[in-house]
């Protein structure tokens, strides 16, 4: 069964227009969320093209690729990250397929609970899959609803409801453009509109700054929303929306931090961690620092509160590829070191407090000390702006099995020995579903941490576990 980390990007014009242009610097906006394969469908009259790949949407993309997609008036795309090994382009989306009814572009982000029981009674029924991943699962159900149904949105609402687990879909159909949200809200979803009225769907809102559209409004949890010539629809009463489970580790780890997610700045609770950490977990130290990204935005926070002054301590380099990650065990063992550069003026001397994000396996983090260290720092006291992961996330962000995971089975004096820090201080759970104030701590789903799974736990627990 495969992990996906995705981002989805729609977007219906009313003129035809060189809309691949702008999916594609709306997924460049969302790249965070997926580095391993990317791809773009463009509708033009009914017809629909498309081009994917392995690699940076950058990567994918060169010029002449690009502009292989015809204008049109309505387009899709994806940014997906898979971690099994499953790398392969044949589970690229969007996934583009053909029916009696006409054709569909489909791009999920999220990860289904039913998936397997779905698939199989789907392969009983005589389906052959192509692919390894749930959109297929949901592509399948699309189409077997919408030969009975008068239109793909009721299609879409009867798809919905067979449906467990984590998705945010953007699709078009030969006419429409779809949105739609699990009825949980598992995995973000907006809209927005540009200055020339085009309507564009994204995963984070950054990637509607990206391109010059204005923010509407998160698309809501359960919510179905079709644009076509007509104009937007939405609806909303087939099912249950409550309770709300957004994933706390968006916040976290995820989204960037320039996006606004369900009113939440993803820097501001990312800067709340901080300062909750430098309440509980304070440091005897000269400067506080952040692992690039999302841990700046926590060292910020922490700074605040404990008066340490914050510096850039650790550079990241943003541009090794999918070329560079394939080449070999060898380079791929000194990947760390390419990916991050210590400043060694910086730290040199200095006791550090270091912020990263999460603690998954250890290995990281183990390795990071260790650079800063060689660099020269006195003492290396590492935060983090998560609890201690405790079990595997099954809606799509990839936290594995509890094997893998260093917080199971070891103390926080383990682990602390593990990584070779001085002192190490994580997040509570309590802080954690209280990063944003204004949002009740039930409204978020932080089953990685507690293990209170929103969606419930595959039924097929142990077949995704091996
Ligand atoms: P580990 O070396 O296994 O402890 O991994 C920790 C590193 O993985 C941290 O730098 C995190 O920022 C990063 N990380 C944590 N969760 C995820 C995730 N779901 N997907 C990709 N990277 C992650």
Do not use: W
Request: hydrophobic content about 40%; overall charge positive; some cysteine.
């Amino acid at each position: 069964m495969l992990h996906e980390e995705c981002g989805v990007f729609g977007i219906f014009s009313p003129i035809p227009d060189n809309l691949a242009v702008t999916v594609y610097d709306g997924l460049s906006a969302l790249q965070h969320r997926g580095q391993e394969a990317a791809g773009i469908a463009v509708n033009q009259d009914r017809q629909i093209s498309f081009e994917k790949g392995c690699g940076l949407v950058s990567e994918v993309f060169g010029k002449d690729r690009l502009k292989r997609l015809p204008d049109g008036k309505i387009a899709v795309g994806h940014v997906r990250y898979a971690t099994t090994g499953e790398t392969s382009e044949i589970n690229a989306q969007p996934l583009v397929i053909k029916h009696v009814k006409g054709k569909l572009a489909l791009c999920h982000n999220g990860n289904l609970v039913n998936g397997a029981s779905l698939r199989k009674a789907l392969e009983l029924e005589g389906n052959i899959f192509h692919t390894t991943s749930d959109t297929e699962v949901i592509a399948y159900l699309m189409t077997k609803h919408r030969l009975k149904t008068p239109s793909i949105e009721k299609a879409l609402i009867e798809t919905m409801a067979e449906l467990k687990g984590a998705y945010s879909l953007v699709m078009m159909s030969p006419a429409k453009l779809l949105a739609c949200r699990d009825p949980l809200g598992i995995r973000p979803l907006c809209y927005g509109v540009t200055p020339e009225g085009k309507t564009v769907f994204a995963s984070e809102s950054c990637a509607l700054d990206a391109i010059g559209a204005r923010f509407v409004r998160d698309v809501a949890p359960g919510e179905v929303i079709v644009v076509d010539e007509k104009g937007l629809r939405s609806f909303r009463n087939h099912c249950d929306t409550k309770p709300k489970a957004l994933c706390v580790f968006e916040l976290i780890y995820f989204a960037r931090s320039d996006s606004i997610i369900e009113k939440v700045s993803i820097q501001e609770a990312r800067k709340q961690a901080g300062r909750y950490l430098a309440k509980a977990h304070p440091a005897d130290a000269d400067l506080v620092i952040g692992v690039p990204d999302s841990g700046l935005d926590a060292a910020m926070g922490f700074s605040e509160v404990s008066k340490i002054p914050f510096g850039t301590g650790l550079i990241k380099n943003k541009y090794i590829g999918r070329t560079f990650i394939e080449g070999g065990q060898r380079r791929r063992e000194n990947l760390l070191r390419l990916k991050l550069g210590v400043v060694k003026s910086a730290v040199a001397g200095k006791r550090v407090v270091m912020i990263d994000d999460s603690i998954v396996r250890g290995t990281t983090m183990r390795r990071i000390v260790a650079l800063v260290r060689d660099a020269g720092a006195s003492a290396v006291h590492v935060r983090v702006s998560a609890p201690p992961f405790l079990n595997p996330c099954y809606y799509g962000t990839d936290v594995p099995s509890r094997d893998k995971l260093i917080a199971c089975g070891h103390r926080i004096d383990e682990i602390r020995a593990h990584i070779g820090a001085d002192s190490l201080g994580f997040l509570s759970v309590d802080e954690v579903l209280r990063l944003y104030p204004e949002k009740e701590p039930s409204e978020f789903c932080a089953a990685c941490f507690d293990g209170r799974y929103a969606a419930g736990a595959p039924a097929d627990f142990f077949e995704i576990r091996s």
